[in-house]
């Protein structure tokens, strides 16, 4: 059974940095596709940063600088490393894979809330 539990998230000042954790079980963080999502209220879910499967990195526009998407591969782990943060991060961050087979299932974990204050 495949699940994904975030940690790290909470409140921190504009300028300031935070490292969310996402725990996985039942997957290889090493071989799936690995991405965090955000969600800020009365906004659509959006991609923040993400590992393909062919072992790449994306990242939206608005983080590509502040944030890092990195694994721990003997420890199943996915981190984001966000620095300079802006009150515009402000949201639920989402730890998020797809299966590699089909049918391609996917998972999200239940969110870790950051809030960036002004």
């Known amino acids: 059974q495949v699940q994904l539990v975030e940690s790290g998230g909470g409140l921190v000042q504009a300028g300031g940095s935070l490292r969310l954790s996402c725990a996985a079980s039942g997957i290889n963080v090493g071989i799936n596709s690995m991405a965090w999502y955000r969600q800020a209220p009365g906004k659509q879910r959006e991609l923040v940063a993400a590992?393909?499967?062919?072992?790449?990195?994306n990242y939206a526009d608005s983080v590509k600088g502040r944030f890092t998407i990195s694994r721990d591969n003997a420890g199943n782990t996915v981190y984001l490393q966000m620095s300079s943060l802006k009150p515009e991060d402000t949201a639920v961050y989402y730890c998020y894979t797809k299966m590699n087979v089909y049918p391609y299932n996917e998972y999200w974990g239940q969110g870790t809330q950051v809030t960036v204050s002004s």
């Open positions: 590992f393909t499967r062919y072992r790449s990195t």
